[in-house]
Antibody, heavy 118, light 111 residues
Framework: QVQLQESGPGLVKPSETLSLTCTVS????????WSWIRQPPGKGLEWIGY???????NYNPSLKSRVTILVDTSKNQFSLRLSSVTAADTAVYYC????????????WGQGALVTVSS | QSVLTQPPSVSAAPGQKVTISCSGS????????VSWYQQLPGTAPKLLIY???KRPSGIPDRFSGSKSGTSATLGITGLQTGDEADYYC????????????FGTGTKVTVL
């Protein structure tokens, strides 16, 4: 059973870059797709994007200009970078794995709260 | 930014049935499979239904899904207090590069 765990700073200053890492256990990042999804406090879910182990990415059009998702096969991790953050980027960030290119999200991390504040 | 519309809330007494609708368009629900996720308070979402009407192992048959045209529906029968949660539909949108979209979310309250 694949397990996912997010890690990274819980507080980021406005205009800086948010960086999170997802560590995968029970499976290899060298297969499948890997995603980031976020949820502002008290609000709904927003898909950020995915990366295929080969490095191919696809991002939410509304965030595309600020998002980078990378995969590190040597560490069995993938990461999220979101630049020029504002208070609107405050959210719980989940890493998740879809069951294929157009599949449902079968595995989720527990989530990491990131607050954007000076 | 959600492109899938759900009712904000539904409620019913224990043992009763509720249904949650999810309305989209041709580019998302109309041409792709729909999933449903349950999010209990303070936890990560959990897959409840995939490919419109299939249940992952361990999900009781009290939960059911269906799709017709550009809408989908989640049904919960024999409502239990443990079913109080937020429920989200989700699917891929194929309008440009395929990206995933979630519904606005529905809070289920057991009276």
């Amino acid at each position: 059973q694949v397990q996912l765990q997010e890690s990274g700073p819980g507080l980021v200053k406005p205009s800086e870059t948010l960086s999170l890492t997802c560590t995968v256990s029970g499976g290899s990042v060298s297969s499948f797709y890997w995603s980031w999804i976020r949820q502002p406090p008290g609000k709904g879910l927003e898909w950020i994007g995915y990366i295929y182990y080969s490095g191919r990415t696809n991002y939410n059009p509304s965030l595309k200009s600020r998002v980078t998702i990378l995969v590190d096969t040597s560490k069995n991790q993938f990461s999220l970078r979101l630049s020029s953050v504002t208070a609107a980027d405050t959210a719980v960030y989940y890493c998740a794995r879809p069951a294929g290119a157009l599949g449902s999200y079968t595995n989720w991390g527990q989530g990491a709260l990131v607050t954007v504040s000076s | 930014q959600s492109v899938l519309t759900q009712p904000p809330s539904v409620s019913a007494a224990p043992g009763q049935k509720v249904t949650i609708s999810c309305s989209g368009s041709i580019s998302n629900i109309g041409n792709n499979y729909v999933s449903w996720y349950q999010q209990l308070p303070g936890t990560a979402p959990k897959l409840l239904i995939y490919d419109n009407d299939k249940r992952p192992s361990g999900i009781p048959d009290r939960f059911s899904g269906s799709k017709s045209g550009t809408s989908a529906t989640l049904g919960i029968t024999g409502l239990q207090t443990g079913d109080e949660a937020d429920y989200y539909c989700g699917t891929w949108d194929s309008s440009l590069n395929a990206f995933y979209v979630f519904g606005t979310g529905t809070k289920v309250t057991v009276l």
